[in-house]
């Protein structure tokens, strides 16, 4: 099932019970993919730090609760450079 965890959903550890909404997702080097989840309360009226987890040990708690279609920044499109610019 953890296969099946995307972007906005909400998923929970299946050893410390932490539960959020996945908001980041990395593959590395010899295939090991984890995701970073942000639990949805508060603590003292401030977010609880977002912590990562290896795929297999997650659990789906819910399909998608989150929006994810909509992009706030990050990288835009590359400008080609031209081949006489100089610096």
């Not at 970073?36 to 659990?59: H, M, N, R, V, Y």
């Not at 279609?69 to 590359?78: L, Q």
């Amino acid at each position: 099932m953890a296969d099946s965890i995307e972007l906005g959903d909400v998923a929970k550890d299946k050893i410390t019970g932490f539960t959020g909404v996945v908001i980041g997702r990395t593959k590395w080097l010899h295939g090991c993919e984890r995701l970073t989840i942000q639990p949805q309360e508060l603590k003292d009226g401030k977010p609880i730090d977002a912590c990562s987890f290896d795929l297999p040990q997650l659990d789906l708690v819910s399909k998608a609760q989150v929006n994810t279609t909509s992009k706030t920044g990050g990288p835009g499109p590359v400008s080609p450079r031209r081949a006489d610019a100089r610096r």
